[in-house]
Every structure is written in structure tokens, then in C-alpha cells.
């Protein structure tokens, strides 16, 4: 039986190849998705050991509802006092706020890596940067930009460019280049710095984000720790560890976006190819009726048909798993090319193609295979051999009316599931698993279903192709309304890949008509002055009022607040 298993497999390349193809692309999907968020895992991890890396403690305030917001610059001498401070420096960043324009008169853009600000801090300990060329900044109207940054967008040293800030377009000259790290591993970023004081006024911050610590050698940590938490109420004080570990996380948050993007894709693609599988398989199993039932007759019982067809269905899921593997990670690469079309460059990152992502791969490639293929397989263990000689013979069907009555069960339980997600849950996670599990039982349920109305729908739909193709048009309707358990299966896919299409193409209208419904009835204005990355500075409104060719101009903002425990 197995030499029989891999006769028929290499007898039919073609078939094995298209029915390969359907799990291919899901477990692609599944690999790149691994491969990509491993790797950017990977990359910021090193990233974040190495910005926290000279930090033994950090004072900061304790949250943004309820603490001091920002620490006093009186709390820095203070820190600075304490036994066993070696080094204290203040830390003031601005991310996305501060947007310098190149000598083309072209800001960076905001949707590719982010651009952070920072304060220079002089000390090598407390600082992940070291200067390369020209000089650190010394005052107001200088700040540096790391390397790659500064060559990628066209900046050079001792040149004079206009910066974007919150408090207006200031001109800035660059005074020198910086490395983050021997490398210049900023995956992407722009890095620039800025002396504290120049920083706190673009930004109109009159304190410090935080402040750093390096501890003396041989220093009692937890007594410097101790005293650094009793200077002020509403801060707090954390160790590298921690830091580190709060920096990792927000990196991953984003990550973690993009990997359940693509391992919902790759979902769509797996629960397709289900249904994919499993009609090739019932179709080729029902023209190898004859064949099976001589199987039969020779001796061979239906456990052994049964594990010969379980067989071709795993080694289709074993070549479409390392197919997948190899296809996901030119995917990987093929993804990453097409988020720099767009101008979301990703950063550099390595290809790690762990264990676990094989693991993974060969599970859904092997599981999803043997899953569409067992149905088909009991179906054609059943077929009696005498009966399977005679024409037309084919193999056996779940009962008719336990398909519709287990069809119709899926299909309202999947209707109460989605409503449930769209009017009851109250998180993000509940709404798409509920919404998630409503759609797949419709779809398998109405698939079910589907038999019962198969054959009218032929008949009516088969009538245009008949008249135009005579005897072709004929023969096509006469075949599809035969099996319509074969046809319901069969366009099930296409159903499905439609179903998805149509949602995306819904819900993103509904969304652009809810915003403009929205618009409508709460602006009344004429024009909108929106800045994407940072706020306007008081001057821009002004300039607007004073130009004449407004009749008003209203100024507006907003922010979150803490209410009754809620942050909104």
C-alpha cells in the first residue's frame, strides 16, 4: 500500500502540484510572518539592551495621570547629591515632533522609521552616541544628526537647514555627525540632538523627561536607589533591567501589529485551502471509485484504503510545508520591498528562521492537509466493492439530513457569534474573535447548506451558458447540478475569497462615509490645517488671520485626561 501511495503521488505531478499550491500559501504566510517579527524582535531587542545599556538608575515620574508630569530642573542637582551618584544627566526627548527640512526644502517623512530628538548628554556612560565628525551642540540654532541619516536624506555638516517644531520653523546648522553604537544601529531612525536647553524651548518644556544615573563602582546600588525615591512624591525610580525590558515592549507592540496582519491573511488562506483540499481530494477519490473497490477485492480492507489515502494527503503536506518555508521567507523579503514602495521603510533586520517557525509551518502544512483529506478518505474506505464495479458508481455521503441540520446549527451559531462581537463585546480582542468565529461558522454553515439550493441555481445560471455554447453550455450545466455536494464544496472557496474582498471593500467605505458623515455635521469651516507629527505654534494661526484671505480662524487641540479612573 505505501509503494501504491507514491505510484499514484508521482502519477499525478500536476495534480500533487496544484493541490500543494493551496497550502502553500497559507503556511508562506504563517513563515513570514514568524521570520519577520523574530527578526525585528532580534533587532530592537539589541537595540534597547544597548540604549539602556550605561543606565544603572533612572528617576521619572510615576505615570502621565496623577504624577508630576515632567521632573523640576532643581531635582537634578539634588539627585546629583546623593552618595553614590556618580554621574546624574537630564534626558528631555521629542519623537516625531522635531522634523528637519533638507537643503531640497523636503521634510523627512513620517511615515517611514521615527525621528527622535534627544538632549546631548556629555557623558560617554549615560550616552549611546559618539560624535564622528565635527562637533557636539554648544547652543542654540546647532544639534547633529547620526550618519546614515544625515546621507540618506542629504544633510551635511556645517550647513544651516530649517527645522519643523511645535513652537515654529527655526534654522538650525549642523555641527557634526553621530554613530549610535560602533554601527550606527539606529534600524532606520533618524537620531538628532540638541542641547537641553535649545531642546526644552523648541518643545516648550520647562522640565525633564527623566534623569539618568550611573552609579559609582563599588557604590551600594540599593542605597542610592532609596534615596533617589524619597526626593520626590509622584516619582519613581527604576533600575536597567526594567528599563530595558519597558523599552523591548514598546517596541514589540508594534511589531506584534504587523505579525497579526499577516497571520490573519495567512488564516484566510489556510481555511480556503481547506476547502480546496478537500473537493481535489473528493473528486480524484470518486474517479478512483473502480480502482479502490479492486483494492477491496484483492483484500484490502478499508482501514488500509484509509491510511493509503491519509498517506498521498501527508506527503502533499509534508513538500507543501518545505515549499512554504522557502516561499515565506522570499515573502518576508518581498514584504519588506513593498513597505518601502509605499514609504514605511522597515529596518534592516536578520532572517531567523527559528524552530519554532518550522514547527509551526510543518503543524499547519501537515494538520490542514491531513484534515481536508480525512473526510474524502472515509467516504471512499465505505464504498462496497461490487457496487463500486458497476458505472457510476461513487462513494458514500454523510446523511442528508444531518448535513442540514448541523449546516443550519453552524450558520445561526455564526450569526449570534457576529452579532455578539459587533453589539455585546466590549475589547478589541473579544469583538475580532467573536466576529472571527461568527464568520467561519457561516461559512460552513451555509456551505452545508448550499446542496439545497445547488441545483436550482444551475438550472438558472446554466441557462445563458447553454444558449451560447450548445452542447458545451449543456454539458457544463448537466455536471455541475450532478453532485451538487461537489459543486456547493467546490465554489465554497471562491465564496470565501469573495466573502473577504467584499468585507474590505465595505468596511472601508463605511468607514470613509462615517468620516465624512462625521465632518459634515461637526466642521463648518471651509479649510482644515492639520499637522500629521507635531502641533502648529501659535504664529501659524496668526499668520492665517493677518493674511486676509480668512474671514475666521479658530484654533483648536486636544489631549487624554484621566476621568472617574478612565483614561479617554
Given at each position: 500500500?505505501?509503494?501504491?501511495?507514491?505510484?499514484?503521488?508521482?502519477?499525478?505531478?500536476?495534480?500533487?502540484?496544484?493541490?500543494?499550491?493551496?497550502?502553500?500559501?497559507?503556511?508562506?504566510?504563517?513563515?513570514?510572518?514568524?521570520?519577520?517579527?523574530?527578526?525585528?524582535?532580534?533587532?530592537?531587542?539589541?537595540?534597547?539592551?544597548?540604549?539602556?545599556?550605561?543606565?544603572?538608575?533612572?528617576?521619572?515620574?510615576?505615570?502621565?495621570?496623577?504624577?508630576?508630569?515632567?521632573?523640576?530642573?532643581?531635582?537634578?542637582?539634588?539627585?546629583?547629591?546623593i552618595v553614590g551618584v556618580d554621574v546624574a544627566a537630564p534626558l528631555v526627548q521629542a519623537e516625531m515632533t522635531v522634523?528637519?527640512?533638507?537643503?531640497?526644502?523636503e521634510a523627512i517623512s513620517i511615515n517611514g522609521p521615527p525621528q527622535l530628538a534627544f538632549g546631548w548628554v556629555d557623558?560617554?556612560?549615560?550616552?549611546?552616541?559618539?560624535?564622528?565628525?565635527?562637533?557636539?551642540?554648544?547652543?542654540?540654532?546647532?544639534?547633529?544628526?547620526?550618519?546614515?541619516?544625515?546621507?540618506?536624506?542629504?544633510?551635511?555638516?556645517?550647513?544651516?537647514?530649517?527645522?519643523?517644531?511645535?513652537?515654529?520653523?527655526?534654522?538650525?546648522?549642523?555641527?557634526?555627525?553621530?554613530?549610535?553604537?560602533?554601527?550606527?544601529?539606529?534600524?532606520?531612525?533618524?537620531?538628532?540632538?540638541?542641547?537641553?536647553?535649545?531642546?526644552?524651548?523648541?518643545?516648550?518644556?520647562?522640565?525633564?523627561?527623566?534623569?539618568?544615573?550611573?552609579?559609582?563602582?563599588?557604590?551600594?546600588?540599593?542605597?542610592?536607589?532609596?534615596?533617589?525615591?524619597?526626593?520626590?512624591?509622584?516619582?519613581?525610580?527604576?533600575?536597567?533591567?526594567?528599563?530595558?525590558?519597558?523599552?523591548?515592549?514598546?517596541?514589540?507592540?508594534?511589531?506584534?501589529?504587523?505579525?497579526?496582519?499577516?497571520?490573519?491573511?495567512?488564516?484566510?488562506?489556510?481555511?480556503?485551502?481547506?476547502?480546496?483540499?478537500?473537493?481535489?481530494?473528493?473528486?480524484?477519490?470518486?474517479?478512483?471509485?473502480?480502482?479502490?473497490?479492486?483494492?477491496?477485492?484483492?483484500?484490502?480492507?478499508?482501514?488500509?484504503?484509509?491510511?493509503?489515502?491519509?498517506?498521498?494527503?501527508?506527503?502533499?503536506?509534508?513538500?507543501?510545508?518545505?515549499?512554504?518555508?522557502?516561499?515565506?521567507?522570499?515573502?518576508?523579503?518581498?514584504?519588506?520591498?513593498?513597505?518601502?514602495?509605499?514609504?514605511?521603510?522597515?529596518?534592516?533586520?536578520?532572517?531567523?528562521?527559528?524552530?519554532?517557525?518550522?514547527?509551526?509551518?510543518?503543524?499547519?502544512?501537515?494538520?490542514?492537509?491531513?484534515?481536508?483529506?480525512?473526510?474524502?478518505?472515509?467516504?471512499?474506505?465505505?464504498?462496497?466493492?461490487?457496487?463500486?464495479?458497476?458505472?457510476?458508481?461513487?462513494?458514500?455521503?454523510?446523511?442528508?439530513?444531518?448535513?442540514?441540520?448541523?449546516?443550519?446549527?453552524?450558520?445561526?451559531?455564526?450569526?449570534?457569534?457576529?452579532?455578539?462581537?459587533?453589539f455585546s463585546a466590549s475589547t478589541v480582542t473579544s469583538i475580532i474573535a467573536l466576529l472571527a468565529t461568527g464568520a467561519?461558522?457561516?461559512?460552513?454553515?451555509?456551505?452545508?447548506?448550499?446542496?439545497?439550493?445547488?441545483?436550482?441555481?444551475?438550472?438558472?445560471?446554466?441557462?445563458?451558458?447553454?444558449?451560447?455554447?450548445?452542447?458545451?453550455?449543456?454539458?457544463?450545466?448537466?455536471?455541475?447540478?450532478?453532485?451538487?455536494?461537489?459543486?456547493?464544496?467546490?465554489?465554497?472557496?471562491?465564496?470565501?475569497?469573495?466573502?473577504?474582498?467584499?468585507?474590505?471593500?465595505?468596511?472601508?467605505?463605511?468607514?470613509?462615509?462615517?468620516?465624512?458623515?462625521?465632518?459634515?455635521?461637526?466642521?463648518?469651516?471651509?479649510?482644515?490645517?492639520?499637522?500629521?507629527?507635531?502641533?502648529?505654534?501659535?504664529?501659524?494661526?496668526?499668520?492665517?488671520?493677518?493674511?486676509?484671505?480668512?474671514?475666521?480662524?479658530?484654533?483648536?487641540?486636544?489631549?487624554?485626561?484621566?476621568?472617574?479612573?478612565?483614561?479617554?
Open positions: 500500500m505505501f509503494r501504491l501511495t507514491i505510484k499514484n503521488l508521482a502519477a499525478n505531478r500536476i495534480r500533487l502540484a496544484l493541490t500543494t499550491f493551496a497550502v502553500v500559501l497559507a503556511v508562506a504566510f504563517v513563515v513570514s510572518a514568524l521570520v519577520l517579527t523574530d527578526g525585528l524582535r532580534s533587532s530592537f531587542g539589541d537595540l534597547s539592551e544597548e540604549i539602556t545599556s550605561g543606565t544603572d538608575l533612572e528617576l521619572r515620574p510615576v505615570d502621565e495621570f496623577g504624577g508630576l508630569g515632567e521632573l523640576p530642573e532643581s531635582a537634578l542637582a539634588e539627585v546629583g547629591a522634523r528637519p527640512i533638507n537643503g531640497a526644502g557623558d560617554s556612560r549615560l550616552s549611546v552616541v559618539s560624535l564622528v565628525d565635527g562637533r557636539s551642540p554648544a547652543g542654540a540654532g546647532e544639534f547633529t544628526m547620526d550618519l546614515d541619516a544625515a546621507a540618506t536624506h542629504g544633510f551635511e555638516v556645517g550647513e544651516t537647514y530649517d527645522v519643523i517644531t511645535p513652537t515654529g520653523v527655526v534654522a538650525h546648522e549642523l555641527t557634526g555627525l553621530t554613530s549610535f553604537g560602533r554601527d550606527n544601529d539606529t534600524l532606520g531612525a533618524t537620531i538628532m540632538h540638541f542641547d537641553i536647553d535649545t531642546l526644552q524651548g523648541l518643545i516648550d518644556r520647562a522640565g525633564y523627561d527623566s534623569i539618568a544615573v550611573a552609579v559609582e563602582p563599588g557604590a551600594d546600588r540599593g542605597s542610592v536607589e532609596g534615596a533617589m525615591a524619597g526626593l520626590l512624591p509622584g516619582a519613581e525610580v527604576v533600575d536597567q533591567a526594567t528599563l530595558e525590558s519597558e523599552q523591548r515592549a514598546d517596541f514589540n507592540q508594534g511589531i506584534d501589529i504587523l505579525g497579526n496582519i499577516l497571520l490573519g491573511f495567512a488564516g484566510v488562506s489556510l481555511f480556503v485551502s481547506i476547502f480546496i483540499i478537500y473537493n481535489t481530494f473528493s473528486i480524484v477519490l470518486g474517479q478512483r471509485t473502480r480502482e479502490l473497490a479492486l483494492l477491496r477485492m484483492v483484500g484490502a480492507d478499508p482501514a488500509q484504503l484509509r491510511r493509503s489515502v491519509m498517506g498521498e494527503a501527508l506527503v502533499i503536506g509534508l513538500v507543501a510545508s518545505v515549499v512554504g518555508i522557502l516561499a515565506g521567507m522570499g515573502l518576508a523579503v518581498g514584504l519588506r520591498e513593498v513597505f518601502g514602495l509605499i514609504g514605511a521603510d522597515m529596518p534592516d533586520s536578520p532572517m531567523i528562521v527559528s524552530t519554532r517557525t518550522v514547527i509551526v509551518a510543518a503543524t499547519v502544512g501537515i494538520v490542514a492537509t491531513l484534515v481536508s483529506a480525512f473526510g474524502p478518505a472515509r467516504k471512499a474506505a465505505r464504498v462496497a466493492p461490487i457496487a463500486a464495479l458497476r458505472d457510476g458508481a461513487e462513494a458514500g455521503t454523510v446523511g442528508h439530513r444531518l448535513r442540514m441540520v448541523l449546516g443550519a446549527f453552524l450558520a445561526v451559531a455564526g450569526l449570534a457569534a457576529g452579532a455578539a462581537g459587533l467561519i461558522g457561516v461559512f460552513i454553515g451555509v456551505t452545508m447548506l448550499s446542496p439545497l439550493v445547488a441545483v436550482p441555481l444551475v438550472k438558472v445560471l446554466g441557462r445563458p451558458l447553454r444558449r451560447m455554447l450548445g452542447a458545451s453550455g449543456h454539458l457544463a450545466q448537466q455536471n455541475a447540478g450532478r453532485n451538487p455536494q461537489r459543486t456547493s464544496t467546490t465554489a465554497a472557496a471562491l465564496m470565501i475569497g469573495l466573502a473577504v474582498v467584499s468585507m474590505t471593500l465595505t468596511v472601508g467605505e463605511s468607514v470613509k462615509a462615517q468620516f465624512r458623515s462625521t465632518l459634515e455635521s461637526s466642521v463648518n469651516a471651509d479649510y482644515l490645517a492639520i499637522e500629521q507629527a507635531s502641533t502648529f505654534p501659535p504664529e501659524v494661526s496668526e499668520s492665517f488671520a493677518n493674511s486676509g484671505v480668512a474671514d475666521t480662524v479658530t484654533r483648536f487641540r486636544y489631549d487624554r485626561a484621566e476621568i472617574g479612573g478612565l483614561v479617554q
